[in-house]
């Protein structure tokens, strides 16, 4: 299998450039993790507990949570839907234990078409990033995140884990250029 990392664009829509590094960002967590075998995405490098499966999952859930649950308003898709959320609220972390580079891999794919679904039918509805999602994260907080606020998150999100995918890969197996 092949994962193609696309370059950031230097021109572009506000649309256009956000989801630019979100994709680029998407496949440097993947690669990162390829060609590893399950024993070494259960890695960490201490004194953190992070490992590369774990950030796999994590990711396909905060993709199902912010762009289907808030943004398109859908109820959690599986395993989120069933996920023991009360007994270990680091599910998606944990639970990814075991599991392949090819499982994790799917299932991060899998979100990741969803969420460009979710947020393509959202723009089509209404192009406008000031927009509220449709679901209040926490109003009691200061309101609803926005459409822009959702897609600068995922960068945010994916831009810092792929800070520690990289040292996490390095502890494994010293590459440095994936």
Same mark, same amino acid.
């Given at each position: *299998?092949?994962?193609?990392? /696309?370059? /950031? ?7 256009? *450039? =956000? ?35 774990? *950030? ?28 023991? #959320? ?6 998606? #972390? ?9 499982? =994790? ?21 209404? /192009? ?22 959702? =897609?600068?998150? *995922? ?11 990289? =040292? ?11």
């Amino acid at each position: *299998m092949t994962i193609e990392r /696309p370059s /950031p664009s230097y021109s572009d829509t506000e649309v256009g *450039m =956000l989801r630019s590094y979100l994709d680029h960002f998407r496949a440097t967590i993947r690669l990162q993790a390829s060609g590893l075998t399950a024993a070494q995405l259960d890695q960490t490098l201490p004194p953190s507990d992070l490992t590369l499966g774990g *950030m796999l999952k994590h990711l396909a859930y905060v993709e199902d949570y912010w762009f289907s649950y808030n943004l398109g308003a859908h109820e959690p898709s599986p395993p989120w839907d069933t996920a023991p #959320w009360d007994d270990d609220a680091d599910w998606d #972390w944990h639970s990814a234990a075991g599991a392949d580079f090819d499982e =994790l891999d799917a299932l991060l794919v899998a979100a990741i078409a969803h969420s460009d679904a979710c947020l393509d039918a959202a723009l089509a509805a209404d /192009p406008d990033l000031g927009r509220p999602v449709a679901r209040p994260r926490d109003p009691a907080k200061g309101g609803t995140a926005t459409v822009r606020w959702v =897609l600068v998150h *995922m960068v945010e999100e994916y831009a810092r884990h792929a800070g520690h995918a990289d =040292l996490i890969r390095q502890s494994i197996d010293g590459a440095t250029d994936v």
